[in-house]
């Protein structure tokens, strides 16, 4: 019997697909047979779960006026969705963490237009996930090929500049180079458990100077009267949202000006996925001082924003770098990211970790030119990762995290 046709279809909102049928493609739960190619699972990713894309444009976070205009881009099996690209026509190029401001300057200097633009990302998060998602009982290889097609159909359609695929997993960006995206690479600094029972395990497996300095900076964030409380499902009331909403806006307005979610956003996913949420919130005094939000997969434990109203010695640490540590180990969880940049890290146990996207240009002369320029970029990328890696805080003889 044939194989039913592939069609494909951009809608206006993920609230025009339904919860189960992207919750399939997003975090597929049917076992994968041996040999077979599966980009979007099987891990459980909350940031690609219908939930968390529901709670950004519900709240009004990802929406046109804020300009991310959805385009999510579905395909269809017969009446079956067996594949989804979060997708959204972009009007600037804030909220991405991939930079490219570069490029659209170069181009609209020579007479271009850059915006709008396509973006497959997951808004406002730099976590590394699927970006084509692919319901497990089918070919990812056809599927993803399908959808890549598709994105520089739609690329026409829209008359947009380009397609960005950010933050992609490796698999992915194999496929879509072979799509005729250009390849980009990056780096973040994540935390990996090498079967750590405790923090004091882990630190065992420092040098004794890194050792030294984690307990110190530990002992000296918590001098001034404060203690720490991790918070997840029902224990996160809506006065800690506001609480915690309080330091994302007054760090978020140093940082960027403006920040990028709203008040209603944190209570969306509050309501709709408690079990992926971790605050970790310092107190002091009876108050709450300082927070961070984190979410919980199925092997990575996502560090996201921080935020502060009293700053005291190393309670940043403390609060996104430390305890995240802790809830990973209690957890058994495999991995921590802890969002974008930060060299800093690396005393702390965190190592660099290539990070993909992927660009596909639909003008042949900025496409050569950017071309040329990531080729250089990717290999700078590689070196300064290498240099880093050898800069870790891991005693000499000890296996490094791979």
């Known amino acids: 019997m044939a194989s039913p046709e592939i069609t494909l279809e951009a809608v206006p909102g993920v609230s025009e697909i339904p919860a189960a049928a992207w919750d399939a493609c997003a975090n597929p739960t049917v076992t994968v047979s041996p040999g077979s190619c599966q980009l979007s699972g099987p891990s459980y990713n909350p940031f690609v779960s219908h939930a968390f894309f529901s709670a950004l444009e ?21 009446d079956e969705i ?21 490029w659209a300057d170069a181009y609209e200097r020579a007479g271009g237009r850059y915006y709008p633009k396509l973006q497959v990302s997951v808004p406002f998060t730099p976590a590394t996930g699927p970006r084509l998602l692919v319901r497990a009982d089918q070919d990812g290889t056809v599927i ?24 992609a997993r490796e698999a992915e960006w194999q496929l879509l180079a072979a799509q005729g995206f250009l390849q980009r690479t990056d780096q973040q600094f994540h935390w990996h458990n090498q079967g750590y029972s405790s923090f004091d395990d882990f630190l065992a497996t420092l040098n004794s100077r890194h050792r030294k300095a984690i307990k110190r900076e530990r002992r000296d964030a918590l001098s001034a009267g404060v203690t720490i409380h991790q918070l997840a499902g029902k224990d996160i009331t809506e006065d800690a949202w506001d609480a915690f909403f309080d330091f994302y806006m007054e760090t978020g307005s ?18 709709s996925m408690p079990e992926d949420v971790l605050l970790v919130m310092a107190r002091r005094e009876g108050r709450w ?106 005693r000499k003889g000890i296996d490094e995290p791979s």
Request: hydrophobic residues 40%; proline residues 3%.
């Open 58 to 78: 519900a709240s009004g976070s990802a929406t046109l006026r804020t300009g991310w205009a959805p385009r999510h881009l579905i395909a269809k099996a017969g």
């Open 82 to 102: 067996v594949g989804v690209v979060p997708c959204y026509l972009k009007s600037h190029s804030q909220g991405e963490y991939v930079f490219d401001r570069g």
């Open 144 to 167: 993803g090929t399908a959808l890549a097609q598709g994105l520089k159909a739609l690329c026409g359609i829209s008359e947009a500049s380009s397609v960005h695929v950010t933050f």
């Open 254 to 271: 140093r940082k960027w000006g403006r920040p990028y979610l709203n008040r209603k956003f944190f209570s969306l996913i509050g309501e």
């Open 289 to 394: 001082i300082a927070g961070a939000i984190n979410f919980i997969g199925s092997d990575t434990l996502f560090g996201r924003n921080w935020g502060a109203i009293e700053h005291h010695p190393f309670l940043h640490f403390e609060v996104c770098y430390y305890q995240a540590i802790d809830f990973a180990i209690q957890r058994r969880l495999k991995v921590v990211e802890a969002g974008a940049q930060g060299e800093h890290k690396i005393a702390r146990g965190y190592l660099p970790q290539t990070t993909y996207s992927a660009h596909y240009i639909a003008d042949r002369g900025l496409r050569r030119a950017i071309d040329d320029y990531l080729k250089r970029e990717r290999a700078y990328v590689e070196e300064a990762s290498r240099e880093l890696a050898e800069s870790g805080p891991f």
